[in-house]
């Protein structure tokens, strides 16, 4: 076993691809796995890595790989359909769990097997990507400056860019559903959209509303502030539209309609790129308040959201095989503090009392 190995479980995907081409800045050497070997071996072959092929649900052949090494990073989503597996299989070989999810729902699931993972002395850090690295560190940050705080808002925005098919694919096996905030401390759900605002970003005031973003699971374990709610920039005009939602909620949810939607986003190309990623960048917002109304702001830029992803699933990997890690569930600040989200190259950040 190599110190500086790990296996990446999805590796053809768009940012599992990623991942494996910017391995080498981090002197780190991904051991390539998924399903699609006309993918992955050629992949592994321009890299020079080294691949497996198998399903995960084939759980003899997932754990046979994960004994082999220290950490696995999961790119393979939807998560909701592939995590548990994962999760369950790492518990059993003593394997540390990261992944890139966003969804409240597998956040929430994780953290269940928190008692499990410190048992097996394993480390469980779902978001491992810009789908909650920046926002989670601002989040800490922010209950830093204002012990007290009660309520907790997060933005997000991107200048340029575009998704991936992964993400997409995601975006769309939620049409039609409601949103959530979290609400003295519990989860509850909201229509998506419910709420919007401009926000000063600092380099643009942008326009943004209410999703429900992973960080209504993972900043209130971070936090522990009970009122949470998240938001992404979107055009004014189409957040118009997007209020009628409610009206076509059914009609969302439909298996034909989600099929078409997906043979339109596979008609796609797979993301962003290189020089799309390099133009773009990515905008992150945080405030807290405190029940006599004291606030306290916190402002990022950097990356794209994919680069992003890129090197703090490597930061974070990296640090696991160093030994650096924290058994049981947990975040990337409560594991890793407020300011693992500056080690990632090109971050900025502005704080406002």
Not at 11 to 32: S, V
Not at 106 to 134: C, H, Q
Not at 259 to 271: L, Q, W
Request: proline share 5%; aromatic share 8%; hydrophobic share 40%.
């Amino acid at each position: 076993m190599q110190s500086n190995s790990f296996l990446l479980y999805g590796a053809n995907g768009y940012t599992g691809e990623l991942i494996a081409r910017y391995a080498h800045h981090y002197n780190l050497q991904p051991i390539l796995a998924g399903r699609r070997k006309e993918v992955i071996e050629p992949l592994a072959s321009k890299l020079n890595l080294s691949y497996t092929i198998f399903d995960l649900d084939d759980e003899s052949a997932l754990r046979s790989a994960l004994k082999k090494v220290k950490a696995v990073i999961h790119a393979a989503g939807p998560f909701n359909y592939t995590a548990k597996q994962m999760v369950e299989a790492c518990l059993q070989t003593g394997t540390h769990y990261i992944d890139i999810n966003g969804d409240i729902a597998v956040f929430e699931m994780i953290k269940r097997y928190d008692d499990a993972a410190k048992k097996a002395g394993i480390m469980l850090l779902p978001g491992a990507g810009f789908d909650v690295v920046p926002t989670d560190c601002v989040a800490l940050q922010l209950k830093k400056l204002l012990p007290d705080a009660i309520g907790l808002q997060l933005a997000f925005a991107t200048i340029g860019g575009a998704v991936s098919h992964g993400t997409a694919t995601t975006m769309a096996a939620r049409l039609g559903e409601k949103g959530a905030v979290r609400k003295d401390g519990k989860i509850i759900r909201r229509p998506l959209g419910e709420k919007g605002m401009w926000i000063d970003f600092g380099p643009k005031k942008l326009f943004v509303m209410s999703i429900p973003w992973g960080d209504i699971s993972t900043a209130y374990f971070t936090t522990g502030i009970p009122d949470i709610e998240t938001y992404t920039g979107i055009s004014k005009k189409i957040y118009s539209v997007l209020k009628l939602q409610p009206l076509f909620n059914w009609l969302l949810r439909t298996n034909f309609i989600r099929r078409y939607i997906k043979n339109k986003i596979n008609s796609r190309p797979a993301g962003p790129n290189d020089q799309q990623r390099n133009n773009a960048s990515s905008l992150i917002w945080g405030q807290v308040r405190n029940a006599e109304g004291k606030t306290a702001t916190v402002r990022l830029s950097g990356p794209e959201g994919y680069t992003l992803t890129t090197h703090s699933a490597l930061i974070i990997v990296k640090k696991i095989l160093q030994a650096e890690f924290t058994p049981g569930y947990q975040t990337p600040a409560s594991a890793y503090s407020e300011k693992l989200v500056m080690e990632i190259p090109g971050l900025q950040k502005n704080v406002v009392g």
